[in-house]
Nanobody
Framework: QVQLVESGGGLVHPGGSLSLSCVVS????????IGWFRQAPGKEREAVAC????????AYLESVKGRFTISRDNAKNTVSLQMNSLKPEDTAVYYC??????????????????WGQGTQVTVSS
């Protein structure tokens, strides 16, 4: 049974940092691309970052480049999203998802087929 479980969300002040984790089970993570997504109230879900099966390939939403870093540890079945210099507009529920068996990854939610339940990130003073 494929499962993805996010953790690490919370309330943080603007300019602060959070580290999100996505622990997966039920499949061999090394063979799959993984993405992080977010959805704010009243908005569509958007891709934040993704990482290919080769950790050297990553892609980011333009507005988070230089602030967020995605990484993976296949031995621990974990993908992390380090978020620095957080802004109020980063407030959303953050999800991780499994993509395809391919080297690169895509910032397109429709290409991901298994999703976690999400973790809330709130950036507020």
């Amino acid at each position: 049974q494929v499962q993805l479980v996010e953790s690490g969300g919370g309330l943080v002040h603007p300019g602060g940092s959070l580290s999100l984790s996505c622990v997966v089970s039920g499949f061999t993570m090394a063979y799959y691309t993984i993405g992080w997504f977010r959805q704010a109230p009243g908005k569509e879900r958007e891709a934040v970052a993704c990482i290919g099966t080769n950790s050297g390939y990553t892609a980011y939403l333009e507005s988070v480049k230089g602030r967020f870093t995605i990484s993976r540890d296949n031995a621990k079945n974990t993908v992390s999203l380090q978020m620095n210099s957080l802004k109020p507009e980063d407030t959303a529920v953050y999800y991780c998802a499994r993509g395809g068996i391919q080297g690169a990854c895509l910032l397109r939610p429709s290409t991901y087929n298994f999703w976690g339940q999400g973790t809330q990130v709130t950036v507020s003073s």
